[in-house]
């Protein structure tokens, strides 16, 4: 299940652009947590909550002022809003047009 596709696509982009290994390893760390809360979303869905906290908290570090673009975003918000709120974020923390990074 990759239900979080335009976040890792905005993701390995910020990745292959990190100017130093302390960047790429917060981008590492975020697709660890990207992958846990896909998890939570298949199999525990007790812990979606818990580990969306953590995507948040880990993209918060990456897109800096942007963050309160994620403040909204809970257990209850659906997996495809997530992935495109959190994807925005990421985009114009990297300086891309999100409208042109989906074409």
Excluded: C, K
Aim: proline share 3%.
């Amino acid at each position: 299940m990759n239900t979080m596709r335009r976040s890792r696509t905005a993701a390995e982009h910020g990745l292959r652009r990190s100017p130093d290994e302390h960047t790429h390893l917060r981008w590492v760390g975020l697709f660890q947590a990207l992958r846990a809360y896909e998890e939570a979303l298949a199999a525990n869905r007790f812990a979606v909550g818990d580990r969306l906290t953590r995507v948040r908290a880990v993209a918060a570090d990456l897109v800096g002022e942007d963050a309160h673009a994620l403040d909204g975003l809970s257990a209850a918000t659906p997996a495809e809003a997530v992935d495109q709120a959190l994807a925005d974020a990421l985009w114009r923390s990297l300086g891309v047009r999100p409208a042109l990074a989906a074409s």
